[in-house]
């Protein structure tokens, strides 16, 4: 998929200005910058949440404009910070929306097979989303997302609400996921250190433009730039910080 | 105060009556909020409009919002034919459905506002049409909220639609009103507790259904909602399963007079095979209205009140050309009959106490000239607006400290309390006899006359029947006979008799078998 001089402004607010970029097949590809940088707006164009001012945004060679919106949607996976389960459907019928919308019963051993794949216990699919802690609902997102076996995968800050422990994990599921079902995955996040240890790619964004376009391991390496490599330098110093401090020394 | 379960027990025609007309101005109400509310919450010019018309309707008051269709069915009549009902259920079901839109529009468009934006993201994310989203997400989540507008508004409903009587709609508050101008009071608390107790049902029911909505509880939503139907069934089944279409309608005005009169026409017509229902406590300007369109079959009325309203006339041509021209007229234009006249006279006096009138030296209205600028005068509601009121204050030049509306049971307790120093009065009304009050002279003659006449509507205006029935009565009430009469149905002691204990014993006064 790939993004063509895309532009959205609100009135005179520009919130993506002019963004080019091409997402090869396979890749995990995280979206990175400050709050209002214009990253969640870039993603949400994928899936026609929001609309581009100008521009386009073609999905495996279409322009998503002149697709049906809801069956686009069928095709690719969503999971986002807010979670959005439907509180008055049982945690199977959650995961099963999708293809019921397209007329398709998903089995019960499907569900159960999805709700293993996030690491939870297929029993919890009779359960409630009022009676699940916040990684066992975000967990139920992403199992959601997948269950039309989608060719593509957004995320935008999937993680955002979860205390750092689950939130590790749920990282990390979430990349096993992607190697193992061969996901396409586009994942916003604020939290460079999260990109770096996840993506296989990096674009960070700033004031609506990609201001740099780097492997990890190239930014890691001082590359992309003054503001990426102010993001990178966050994560560094602290690691840095808790290395000293380890070895006796004071942190600063 | 006793009977009043005697009386909760005649009530069923009534209760039945006002099951359907609540259940129908609700579901009317929802038809339209519910799509409303809708779009609504796709669009806020939308939301500001409705909300704002909504709110604009409670505004009104609820009796002045039923009184406004009369005028409004009236002018449609251009439009849609003259078959088009201006009295009775349409307006009344009308009238309420605009008072039940409020409170199911404003929780209906707070309920989607407050919906979760998380949850509306997903429906869109998942790849919900519009369609998937407002059946799958929209509406059930915002189910118990909508429920408990339409709870609220099925009590405001149940409430309002005693009102409806006034309009020509039986409800539950035929007997409060009647209860209310005769001084029945086990009558009014009977009413009230009807409707009362209907409203309480009708919330506990809807409260079920709610709790069930937020509970996602099939059971509990089921029962409440079967409850409501199997009511609102068994109310359709007993006012349309029983066959009355060639009832006779009586409809009467609110007062006692007016009850006394039907009660007596009505067992008249029983007694000659005729099957009979009431219509009591209708707006006086609306008995004619409805007597012309049918809608009531007869009523007594008063030949200075035809004249002044109906013919739109302010002149005096004297008692006797007055009442011929009036029989001319509607036999003209409107095919009303006019069966003669029952013999009394109800016009409007001017009374006082009398001991008030010796003080001021009063004997006639001329009298009262040089002292009215200290006194204050009452009336019934609709005495001011009349064109004899303005008569008699240009003919004998008559500027009072002020003027005064009582209902006209109350009118009278005013003179009592000194409330009112002077009252228009009614010539035939029994308490201008028990109280011993003044009627001033009106040697000028400003006041027109008020003879009492039964007037048949154009459906029954040739039943050789019904005339046969009521030909008896033409003629035979002189006014000291319909004094006592009225006075035994106003009084407030033991003496006290109901209209119809009343119509029997003026039967019995006039020579004719009373059942």
């Known amino acids: ?252 | 105060m006793n009977g009043i379960g005697e009386i909760l027990l005649g009530l069923d025609d009534k209760f039945a009556a006002h099951v359907i007309l609540a259940a129908s101005a609700i579901a009317l109400g929802l038809l339209v909020a519910l799509p409303l509310a809708v779009w609504a919450s796709r669009s806020v010019n939308v939301a500001r409009i409705a909300l704002g018309f909504a709110s604009l309707v409670q505004t009104i008051p609820a009796l002045a919002l039923l009184a406004l269709f009369f005028p409004i069915l009236l002018s449609l009549r251009a439009v849609f034919g003259e078959d088009l009902p201006t009295l009775g259920f349409l307006p009344a079901l009308l009238a309420l459905a605009l008072y039940a839109l409020l409170p199911i529009l404003r929780n209906a468009v707070t309920a989607q506002a407050n919906l979760d934006p998380g949850v509306l993201e997903a429906a869109d994310g998942v790849g919900m049409t519009g369609w998937q989203k407002l059946r799958l997400v929209e509406a059930p989540l915002a189910a118990p909220f909508i429920m408990a507008g339409i709870r609220t508004a099925s009590v405001w409903t149940i409430g309002a639609a005693t009102l409806a009587t006034t309009i020509g709609q039986p409800s539950l508050g035929d007997p409060i009103f009647a209860g209310l101008q005769t001084q029945n009071w086990a009558l009014v608390l009977a009413g009230c507790i009807a409707s009362a107790g209907l409203a309480l049902v009708a919330d506990a029911l809807l409260g079920l259904v709610e709790r069930g909505f937020a509970n996602r509880n099939r059971w509990q939503y089921g029962v409440g909602v079967l409850a409501v139907a199997l009511g609102v069934g068994s109310a359709l089944v007993y006012q349309f399963g029983g066959d009355d279409e060639d009832a006779v309608v009586i409809g009467s005005k609110q007062f006692s007079e007016g009850y006394i009169l039907a009660r007596l026409i009505g067992e008249r017509l029983e007694n000659a095979g005729y099957q009979v229902e009431y219509r009591d406590g209708l707006g006086s300007a609306i008995v004619h209205s409805a007597l012309a369109s049918s809608d009531i079959d007869i009523s007594v009325d008063y030949t200075g009140t035809i004249w002044a309203n109906t013919l739109e006339r302010s002149d005096n041509p004297g008692r006797e050309a007055m009442y011929e021209t009036i029989v001319e007229w509607e036999r003209e234009n409107t095919g009303i009959r006019v069966l003669g006249k029952l013999g009394f006279e109800n016009a409007y006096a001017f009374a006082m106490r009398s001991d008030r009138a010796r003080e001021l030296n009063a004997a006639s209205l001329e009298d009262l000239a040089p002292v009215a600028p200290q006194l204050t005068v009452g009336g019934d509601p609709e005495f001011f607006e009349r064109p004899e009121w303005y008569a008699v204050r240009e003919t004998y030049g008559l500027r009072f400290d002020e003027a005064r509306s009582f209902s006209p049971t109350f009118m009278y307790n005013a003179l009592r309390s000194g409330e009112a120093d002077v009252i228009g009065a009614y010539s035939s009304d029994g308490r201008i006899a028990a109280d011993r009050l003044v009627v001033l002279d009106d040697p000028r003659e400003a006041l027109p006359s008020y003879d009492a006449m039964i007037m048949l509507s154009p459906r029954i205006a040739d039943e050789e029947g019904v005339v046969a029935a009521l030909e008896p009565l033409i003629g035979a009430i002189d006014v000291e006979e319909m004094r006592e009469a009225n006075y035994a149905v106003d009084r407030e002691d033991a003496g006290k008799l109901t209209p119809t204990q009343a119509a029997r014993k003026l039967a019995d006064a006039i020579g004719l078998p009373a059942s």
């Open chain 1, 1 to 252: 998929m790939s993004f063509e001089q895309v532009e959205r402004h609100y009135g005179n607010v520009v919130a993506v200005d002019g963004v080019d970029c091409d997402v090869q097949r396979g890749s995990f590809v995280a979206l990175v910058g400050a709050s209002g940088s214009g990253k969640s707006t870039l993603l949400k164009m994928v899936n026609t949440l929001e609309t581009p001012s100008a521009g386009r945004v073609l999905f495996a060679g279409e322009n998503v404009e002149d697709m049906r919106a809801a069956r686009l949607r069928r095709r690719i996976g969503y999971v986002f910070q807010g979670i959005g389960l439907f509180p008055h459907f049982a945690v199977g019928e959650n995961i099963a929306i999708g293809p019921r919308l397209a007329g398709e019963s998903l089995p019960a051993k499907r569900i159960a097979e999805l709700l293993e794949l996030v690491e939870l216990d297929p029993e919890m699919a009779r359960r409630m989303p009022d009676e699940l802690s916040g990684g066992q609902r975000q967990r139920v997102g992403v199992a959601r997302a997948l269950a039309g076996d989608p060719e593509l995968l957004l995320m935008d800050e999937p993680f955002g609400a979860l205390d750092p422990i689950t939130r590790d994990a749920l990282g990390e599921t979430v990349r096993e996921l992607h190697d193992t079902l061969g996901l396409n995955t586009i994942m916003v996040t604020h939290d460079m250190a999260e990109a770096l240890l996840l993506a296989d790619r990096v674009l960070v964004m700033d004031a609506g433009k990609v201001v740099a376009d780097e492997k990890p391991r190239e930014l890691l390496d001082g590359k992309g730039g003054e503001i990426a490599q102010n993001l990178v330098s966050v994560p560094r110093q602290q690691a840095e910080k808790l290395a000293r401090l380890k070895n006796g020394g004071a942190p600063t």
